[in-house]
């Protein structure tokens, strides 16, 4: 017999010493209006733009134009769908994309934060191929 769960019951009544969670209490509406602070500052889109330098790689086609303005707060995701768009390709072709011809960004990491720890003389290179180029 092989016992896959066990759940135990306990009754025992709440402490009267238990731990208050700071948000739940209603004489933390400071760190309520801190936390909603900090919410509506993360909410709001970076402005800014970045440099972005695509280098083709292997047999994939070279662009006619390869430094583009991006905006910061988009996703990676944002870069691969214009690159798909500006090569032509469609969503079924296949398209490998690198940072520094080093490692390929999850597609929902945000090309500030990128570009913050990986640039290079102002530009964030972005290699891309039809194979995969790299482990």
Request: a positive charge; proline letters at 6%.
């Amino acid at each position: 017999m092989h016992v896959i769960g066990f759940m135990a019951e306990t009754t025992t009544a709440p402490s009267e010493t238990a731990r208050q969670l700071p948000w739940a209490t209603p004489e933390s509406s400071d760190v309520n209006e801190d936390a909603l602070k900090a919410l509506e500052t993360y909410k709001k889109r970076d402005p800014s733009k970045v440099v972005v330098r695509f280098k083709a790689v292997g047999n994939a086609p070279i662009m006619k134009q390869n430094f583009y303005k991006i905006t910061a707060s988009n996703r990676f995701q944002a870069v691969i769908q214009f690159l798909r768009k500006e090569l032509g390709w469609k969503a079924s072709d296949p398209l490998f994309t690198y940072i520094n011809l080093a490692f390929s960004p999850a597609p929902d990491d945000t090309v500030s934060n990128l570009f913050k720890s990986f640039c290079t003389d102002g530009h964030l290179i972005v290699n891309y191929s039809t194979t995969a180029a790299w482990g």
